[in-house]
């Protein structure tokens, strides 16, 4: 076969060489030891919370070496490419505190770098140069096989190899045609895809040290992989392969998925004569299916927070999400937060070498749990400016309530968190702030509610402990003068303190604790409050004796 002629028959537009883009593209000027790793999603819908995962460990192991980190837009198969993804994919990793140092950089935006273009689609006279050298390498020929081939001639080939050999060694029958035939079939206008030239042998394995799952033996590839597609596109396999070269990248990270097709990754850099980066593949994240109880992957059908966008919608800080991630990529992480609580999660000392490779479960409860942490740490006033800003963005009506008291807004959210040794953790995101503290404003206060009493305290031990408080309310009370009066008129009601109550509870209507609830309810329709003498005074007095006497009223 005259490989050279093969070339220029499929190739004959194409007069630059891989020589040319080396030249063109040069070594990085980077310290010895630094890497350079690169995120890269398909523009195919939403940016994935499985994508950020990776995302961080690039952002890490490239910002720790002084290296670089870059994103690059794969958007090879137009088929299933959305409008505006690619753009999502840019503003979640800013938005998630993994911007890239150089890449692309939003639609309409001009790109950073001199390695690029970094849209895939972009590129494609670079990869057609690329696929021209194999050629002439003898490493890649022509499928025509979509034409004379189906699904149940490939089926039928693969049974009968497996049959005879005991194996499937997936070689495509166009690898044996000539140039005569070839050259018959590109004159008949027929369409073909170009294919790697598989040389593996099924029967011998290699060494593979990955970087999270460590020393491995893999099979040699023996699939003719497709390298670029009837329509002219390469898929993943070349693309990356070309791009990751040209752009000199030390560290791929990747998820699980693309280990099956390592192999055929790296013959084809061999084939090449390339030295591969490191392969980093990382475990998938996943989630108890409630209707099965099984294991599966984190699906964007059916899981909203799949989509990075959840967390922006429901308010949560973004560095919530990054810490929760840190726990799911390094186990130590929670240990390192307790004995640094004030640090920024991007002091720890992460490792690639501590990535397990189980696939993690996710898990909503405990990402709330670290999300309240952080938020009872924001002061009152930074958090209002947080809470605001998000609902401008998702609840203007709420942004104007909170604006319209924004002196009684600030006091609720400094309550028991500004300065407080154990500062409270009620609140995880910005989504659930009216509904936690809607009692507080008379936009959301629902009257009703004030109605809610345990149904084991008499109504007319309600009405009586309410009639005789209002008389003694006053709001310039401090809080231990609060309290005494509260007890002082709870004892007249028929209350005792616990320790007495316990003695003989047949004796009283109730507890001290049952009667500061009965006011607690009927002030804010809710069993659990923050400081109840606090939200008093900042709803004011006329305020309070409103919803007493609404309950009072309603009781009687």
């Known amino acids: 076969m005259d490989y050279q002629k093969l070339a220029n028959l499929l190739y004959k537009n194409i007069h630059t060489t891989p020589e040319y883009y080396y030249e063109k593209f040069p070594e990085r000027n980077l310290a010895p ?55 999502i994919a840019y503003q979640m990793l800013k938005k998630f505190n993994t911007s890239p140092d150089e890449g692309f950089m939003g639609e309409g935006k001009e790109q ?11 590129r494609l006279e670079i990869y057609h140069a690329f696929a021209k050298r194999l050629v002439e390498l003898g490493r890649a ?47 008949m206008g027929k369409p073909w895809a170009l294919k790697l030239l598989s040389t ?11 970087m999270i799952k460590g020393e491995r033996e893999i099979h040699e590839n023996t699939k003719d992989i497709v390298l670029v597609k009837s329509n002219g596109i390469p898929p993943y396999a070349l693309a990356h392969i070309v791009d990751d070269t ?53 699906s964007k059908r059916y899981d909203p927070e799949a989509d990075t966008r959840w967390f922006v919608v429901e308010g949560y800080p973004t560095t919530a999400l990054n810490e929760y991630l840190l726990n799911l990529l390094n186990s130590d992480f929670e240990n390192w937060r307790k004995a640094n609580p004030d640090a920024p999660y991007t002091d720890f000392p992460f490792s690639l070498k ?39 963005e998702f609840d203007q ?17 400094s309550l028991d968190r500004d300065g407080a040794q154990r500062p409270r953790k009620d609140i995880s995101h910005a989504s659930e702030v009216k509904e936690l503290f809607g009692y507080m404003f008379d936009e959301y206060f629902d009257k009703t509610t004030s109605l809610n009493f345990d149904e084991k305290q008499p109504k007319e031990s309600i009405v009586k402990l309410l009639t005789e408080y209002k008389k003694v309310y006053s709001e310039t009370d401090d809080k231990q003068a609060w309290f005494e009066k509260l007890k002082e008129v709870a004892t007249a009601c028929g209350y005792a ?33 923050p400081d109840l003498c606090s939200l008093m005074q900042m709803l004011g007095k006329n305020r309070v004796l409103e919803r007493i006497d609404y309950v009072v009223s309603n009781l009687k």
Not at 33 to 41: C, F, H, N
Not at 114 to 121: A, C, D, E, K
Not at 371 to 390: Q, T
Not at 503 to 527: C, F, H, K, L, Q
């Open 112 to 122: 950073l770098g001199s390695y690029g273009s970094y849209v895939q689609s972009e």
């Open 354 to 392: 501590k990535v397990g490779s189980s696939n993690p479960m996710f898990d909503v409860v405990k990402i709330n749990d670290i999300s309240k942490n952080i938020v009872s740490k924001i002061p009152g006033k930074e958090l209002l400016r947080f809470i605001v800003d998000w609902a401008n």
């Open 397 to 413: 009506d709420f942004a104007a309530v909170l604006l319209r008291n924004q002196d009684m807004a600030e006091k609720l959210f």
């Open 141 to 187: 020929f022509p499928c025509f096989c979509k034409q004379t081939e189906g699904k149940e001639d490939i089926k039928e080939r693969r049974a009968k190899q497996l049959e005879e050999l005991g194996s499937i060694i997936d070689h495509d029958p166009c690898r044996n045609l000539d140039i005569a035939d070839i050259e018959l079939n590109l004159k």
């Open 497 to 529: 303190d616990m320790k007495t109550y316990k003695a003989n509870p047949e004796a009283y209507v109730g507890n001290i604790a049952d009667a500061s609830n009965i006011v607690r309810v009927a002030v804010t329709g809710r069993a659990n409050t």
């Open 246 to 298: 040209l752009m000199h990248v030390t560290t791929v990270v990747r998820g699980e998925e693309w280990w099956p097709s390592l192999s055929a990754h790296l013959e084809l850099f061999r084939a090449f004569g390339l030295k591969p980066p490191k392969y980093a593949h990382t475990p998938v994240i996943c989630k108890l299916d409630e209707k099965t109880g099984n294991k599966r992957k984190l």
């Open 33 to 87: 030891k630094a890497e350079v790793t690169r995120i890269a999603p398909s523009p195919t819908g939403f940016f994935h919370t499985g994508t950020l995962f990776g995302s961080m460990i690039d952002k890490f192991v490239a910002d720790k070496s002084n290296g670089v980190f870059f994103l690059r837009i794969e958007d090879t198969d137009q088929k299933r490419k959305i409008q505006g993804a690619s753009d």
């Open 200 to 210: 593996g042998d099924p029967d011998k394995t290699f060494k593979f040290t990955d």
